[in-house]
Structures are given as structure tokens and as C-alpha cells.
């Protein structure tokens, strides 16, 4: 039987010059680029939109390289961080070690920054695999729960995790699921105050999803009738200070930081990256708060994964 433990697991444009010049009428060579303003004229819409996709997918692989190339670098400094500490090159002193300490931590959140450049790159070239495996989920979250628990102990929060016996083994791919969770208990660790609560939890859902081959009549939303539940649910609770309702869209966008957050640390991709994997897995996750009270976000994962994903696994493999 699961049993409820505090911080572990349980169950485990330059200006125009002075004067008026003669105006000429616009002829199909001489056409601006830009009608009313910054607007496209039709003839060049589709060519606009070409060029800019060109020029984010280049802005994305530039990301992406740079965050590769600094990986190895990165991976020295910390090499040495860890030799230095590990006083096989002489003695230290007890401010040495407190230096070599920061120096460590910063680095950890240096490659997590990395880490998340990579993914995001991966993410927006198509370059996201699907590989759903039958397994526990309540063991995937203890997994992970057990190993943000140290952390959230060192800053006086406390982490719960109760088993569900209720959930059914299922094909889910672990990997991402932890890495959706992780960026969820990173987002609740930095937001809730010290002394805070987060929850972590799962539970079976009844997930009626519209019916795509039956398209509704205006005004109604036709849905599969469900008797039984047929997804996980999955929460991340908080007793942080809470997200105004008009951010609850915005807060999974890229680089979206909200405005009373910007000295936080982190470069706003957390929740892009959590909203992508879920979506890649064939579920949908969204955030319920008010300012003041907290923050609850929450996904849902089929049971029975969608072809179109496990399919899209097995064309990236």
C-alpha cells in the first residue's frame, strides 16, 4: 500500500527626408514591398511567408549549433570544477570550496540551458520520436519525484507524491513523460516561496475528445461518448504567487516570461518544451491559477496512444 512521505516518493526604418517628392504610379516591377504600412501586398504574401519560415528554420539551426558547440567547453570547466574540489591537485581552503561550489551550480544551470536550446531545435525541425513502451507510470513518477526531492529539501519546500493503484499499466514513452514532468516540479521549485507545498499526482481520466471523422453542426461540439476512463491525468501543484488569467495561453509559448518574472532565472522555454512533448505523445496540457493561489498544471496522456504518433515515431527512428 502506498504510503504518503514529505520531500520523497511514495511508493516508489530611417525617416523620410524634408519635402514632398513627385509620386509615380506603382507598376509591377516597381511595386513596394509593403502596402499600408507594413503589410504584404497579395502578390508577395506567399513569398513572405516563404522567406520568413527560411529564416526562422536558419535562426533554429544557428541555436542549435551554438548550443552544441558549447557543450565541450562547458564539459572541461566542470571537469575541472570537479578536480579542484576533489583536492588531488593540493589542499583548499573553506573559501576556495564555497567559490568552487557556485562555480559548479552555475554550471549545472549553464548546461541545462544548453540542454534545452537542443531540444527545442529538435523539437521545431520535426525531430521529435515517439517510442511508447508498456510500463508504470506511477514508478516514473516516483522516479522522478525522488530525484527533485533533494533539491526541494535544501530550499524548505515540500514535495508529495502518493501512488495511484487505480492506474492501469499502458504504453507511454518514459523519457519524455519525465522530462515534461521535470520542467513542471523546475517551474513549481522556482516560482513557490520558501516554506511552500507542490503536489505531484496522477489519477484515470474520461477524456471525451471530438469525433474528427464526424464533423459537428454549427454550435455543437460533438464528442465520443466514454464510459470508462481512457487517459492518465497528470498534476503539478504549487502554493506559488499564481498566473493572472490572461497569461494561461501565453505562459507555453516560446520564450515567454511573465512580465512580474523577469529576474528570474531561465531563458522561458520550460513550459514550450513540457507543451510540445505532450502534444507529440497525442495529449493536451494547460494551467489552472488565479493570482495569489497558486498554480495547478495538468496533462493528459491516452491510454492508447495514437497512430499518428507512434507513427511518427517510427518515421523518425
Not at 17 to 31: D, L, V
Request: include cysteine; charged fraction near 20%; aromatic fraction near 8%.
Amino acid at each position: 500500500m502506498a504510503i504518503l512521505q514529505k520531500n520523497t516518493c511514495a511508493s516508489d526604418s530611417p525617416g523620410l527626408a524634408a519635402g514632398t517628392a513627385e509620386k509615380k504610379p506603382a507598376t509591377k516591377e516597381s511595386a513596394p514591398q509593403h502596402s499600408d504600412g507594413d503589410l504584404p501586398s497579395p502578390e508577395n504574401l506567399l513569398q513572405e511567408y516563404i522567406d520568413l519560415r527560411a529564416r526562422y528554420q536558419r535562426t533554429t539551426n544557428a541555436l542549435a549549433s551554438a548550443a552544441h558547440d558549447l557543450k565541450t567547453p562547458l564539459a572541461i570547466l566542470n571537469g575541472y570544477v570537479e578536480l579542484l574540489q576533489s583536492t588531488k591537485l593540493g589542499p583548499i581552503t573553506d573559501r576556495q570550496h564555497e567559490v568552487l561550489k557556485d562555480m559548479q551550480a552555475s554550471g549545472k544551470r549553464l548546461q541545462q540551458f544548453i540542454q534545452d536550446f537542443l531540444t527545442f531545435s529538435v523539437l521545431e525541425t520535426g525531430g521529435l520520436r515517439v517510442q511508447c513502451v508498456t510500463g508504470d507510470i506511477n514508478l516514473c513518477l516516483s522516479d522522478v519525484c525522488r530525484m527533485w526531492s533533494g533539491r526541494f529539501q535544501e530550499r524548505g519546500l515540500a514535495l508529495y507524491f502518493l501512488a495511484n493503484d487505480k492506474l492501469p499499466v499502458f504504453p507511454f514513452d518514459s523519457p519524455k513523460l519525465e522530462r515534461v514532468i521535470s520542467n513542471l516540479l523546475e517551474n513549481a521549485f522556482k516560482f513557490t516561496p520558501q516554506g511552500g507545498t507542490v503536489w505531484l499526482h496522477a489519477e484515470p481520466h474520461m477524456w471525451e475528445r471530438r469525433v474528427a471523422s464526424q464533423p459537428p453542426a454549427p454550435g455543437e461540439r460533438r464528442r465520443q461518448s466514454v464510459s470508462q476512463p481512457n487517459s492518465v491525468r497528470v498534476s503539478v501543484a504549487d502554493t506559488g504567487p499564481g498566473i493572472p488569467a490572461e497569461f494561461h495561453q501565453e505562459v507555453f509559448d516560446d520564450f515567454f516570461r511573465l512580465p512580474s518574472n523577469t529576474s528570474t532565472e531561465g531563458v522561458g522555454l520550460g513550459l514550450a518544451i513540457a507543451r510540445r512533448l505532450v502534444q507529440g505523445m497525442g495529449g493536451k496540457i494547460w494551467v489552472e491559477s488565479e493570482p495569489g493561489a497558486g498554480c495547478k498544471f495538468s496533462f493528459l496522456l491516452p491510454f492508447q496512444p495514437s497512430t499518428a504518433a507512434v507513427q511518427k515515431g517510427k518515421n523518425n527512428r
